[in-house]
């Protein structure tokens, strides 16, 4: 398989300060990939990059065989490439299927209805829910919700970020089962994440992140397994 998303040397940061110091890292087409790390690796400000919210310093970074360095969020989603941010993004007081219809605001063709039907039918809580104000959702159900929204654009690959974050046990499950699902469809997929463990366990591909440096990279399995990766990150 080729690499959809490839960095190298990237290098980004805030005001003075390099966050991201010279990461290089190719994400095959079609796979899961996870960046994991300690709090303060940059991992965030890695997919902020990437997405355009942050301009290189150095190096670059090619998606699908273009160079995005430095494009607009806009030009980057026109690409191919979504981002589904950390926390909560969804617009409260409009309902679901309006947050759906949202997903396609850079759509002009005459297809929308019929793939946000098949969103839904994809997550039938999305159906069940579609008239329901999106921020009486679920911590869970808004996640699905956000993930079902950028499939709108049919990406080629999206960035989840945290997708985990502020969920029970039962429903973090949910999502990473619906990030499987999404991802045996064909679409690539690099999630930051601080549940590590289960993000090593679904991911084909994982980079350790500490310092905005690659401390090491691998399989899942194989970081999963790596004594030193369970020792510093993993909780031994």
């Given at each position: ?76 989603l026109r690409k191919g490439l979504s981002l589904v941010p950390q926390g909560r993004c969804n617009f409260p007081a409009m ?142």
């Amino acid at each position: 398989m080729t690499d959809i998303l490839e960095l190298m040397d990237y290098v980004t940061g805030y005001g003075e300060i390099d966050i991201i110091r010279g990461v290089s890292v190719g994400i095959k087409r079609h796979e899961i990939a996870c960046v994991i790390g300690p709090n303060g690796a940059g991992k965030s400000t890695l997919f902020k990059g990437i997405f355009g919210l942050l301009r290189a310093r150095h190096g670059s970074i090619r998606f699908d065989g273009s160079d995005i360095t430095n494009l607009a969020p806009s030009e980057v989603l026109r690409k191919g490439l979504s981002l589904v941010p950390q926390g909560r993004c969804n617009f409260p007081a409009m309902t679901v299927r309006e947050n759906l219809e949202m997903g396609a605001f850079i759509r002009n063709d005459g297809n929308v209805p019929g793939d946000i039907e098949r969103i839904m039918d994809k997550f039938p809580v999305l159906r069940k829910k579609a008239n329901e104000m999106a921020g009486n959702l679920s911590g869970g159900e808004q996640q699905i919700l956000e993930m079902g929204r950028a499939l709108l654009l049919h990406p080629k690959l999206i960035l989840l970020d945290e997708p985990s974050l502020g969920l029970a046990p039962k429903t973090t499950e949910l999502v990473f089962e619906k990030i499987s699902d999404i991802n045996a469809d064909g679409t690539t997929i690099l999630i930051v994440e601080q549940n590590a463990r289960r993000a090593l366990s679904i991911s084909h591909h994982a980079i350790v992140l500490e310092l905005g440096k690659k401390r090491f990279e691998g399989t899942g399995e194989e970081i999963m397994h790596n004594e030193q990766v369970k020792r510093l990150y993993l909780g031994g």
